[in-house]
């Protein structure tokens, strides 16, 4: 297969890539960078043939980029990647981190390093261990699926109601076993709801339930409460319950019979707002559960930066102080 680009020069620091389309013609074409898989940045040039063009990151403070990067071109009807070694990687073990593939129009990074290079879900209060269930609610492309997997969780459910992300949630977590994806919002009740996903407004990792159903972003999809996921899979107890799902939160745990959360151990809760911060907070507290919140964090490229005080943006990490405790629910 003929190559349409040619690489002029790479520079480490500050991502910048130089190149020129060898094609014919006029053509737009799709560039992303990608870290084992996961695009750090995307940029839509119109190419002209025999024209230099030049790609770098808005962030490009003089840093070097770690591991190596992918440049992946995309055209009408090619494709093509470049991949680019950079230095030794500050992350342990980095080598073993997998590789992913994401929508065309995301930007998943922030999450693949929050995830895997943070360790955004690892707390002293609730990790996930060898032999969990773990219910992964917002599971976007299915990275957090894949560290729980990783740490030796014996069954992952994991929900994702994107039609647009749904496929790379499978794509991503298809050869484990342990895995099993559903194409479901979770709610307050089983039966539909509107989603609105906007990638260029927000990217996957904004989408949500909204009410706003004139938005042209906006579809609808199949719902399911937290009840009837324990019921519907027969779980008697979930190990490990993360809850990322832009402000659905407070519905999804309130609506939550209060003896189901006897058979919850551990969770991970991401509030989108002061007053849901205060709800998730209080469910927890009548439930027997202890907690500490990273407060007021917004996630930026895999960093924690600390946005206005009262945005809301926590994390609760919480243990069940009375689990395991025996399972007297009728099924």
């Not at 073990?93 to 998943?108: A, F, G, I, T, W």
């Not at 007021?296 to 926590?314: E, I, K, Q, W």
Request: hydrophobic share 35%; aromatic share 12%; charged share 25%.
């Amino acid at each position: 297969m003929s190559k349409n680009i040619r690489i002029i020069d790479f520079q480490k620091k500050g991502f910048k890539v130089s190149f020129l389309y060898t094609g014919k013609g006029t053509q737009e074409v799709l560039v992303k960078l990608c870290w084992r898989g996961s695009t750090i940045y995307r940029h839509k040039f119109i190419l002209e043939e025999g024209s230099p063009f030049t790609y770098f990151s808005s962030t490009g403070e003089g840093e070097e980029f770690v591991d190596e990067l992918e440049a992946i071109f995309m055209g009408v009807d090619w494709e093509e990647k470049h991949t680019f070694h950079g230095t030794e990687s500050p992350y342990v073990n980095y080598s073993e981190l997998p590789r992913v593939k994401d929508h065309p129009k995301d930007c998943s990074f922030p999450t693949y390093c929050e995830i895997f290079a943070e360790k955004l879900y690892e707390n002293n209060l609730a990790s996930v261990e060898k032999g969990d269930v773990v219910v992964d609610i917002g599971a976007n492309n299915g990275y957090f699926a894949l560290f729980a997997s990783l740490k030796g969780a014996d069954k992952i459910l994991s929900y994702e109601p994107s039609k647009n992300t749904f496929p790379y949630l499978c794509s991503n977590t298809y050869a484990h076993e342990n895995i099993r994806a559903f194409q479901k919002a979770v709610s307050a009740e089983n039966g539909t709801a509107y989603f609105h996903e906007d990638y260029e407004m927000y990217a996957s990792a904004g989408s949500h339930l909204t009410d706003d159903t004139g938005n042209e972003h906006v579809y609808q999809v199949d719902t399911i409460s937290l009840k009837d996921i324990i019921l519907s899979n027969n779980l008697s107890k979930i190990d490990y319950l993360k809850i990322d799902c832009e402000g659905s939160e407070g519905q999804i745990l309130s609506s939550l019979p209060s003896e189901y959360f006897a058979m919850i151990n551990k969770m991970c809760v991401e509030t989108h707002g002061p007053e849901l911060s205060i709800q998730v907070r209080q469910i927890l507290e009548e439930n027997g559960f202890d907690y500490v919140i990273k407060e007021n964090f917004n996630l930026v490229s895999g960093a924690l930066v600390r946005p206005p005080l009262g945005c809301g943006f926590d994390i609760y990490y919480a243990k069940n102080l009375n689990f395991p405790k025996k399972n007297t629910i009728t099924q």
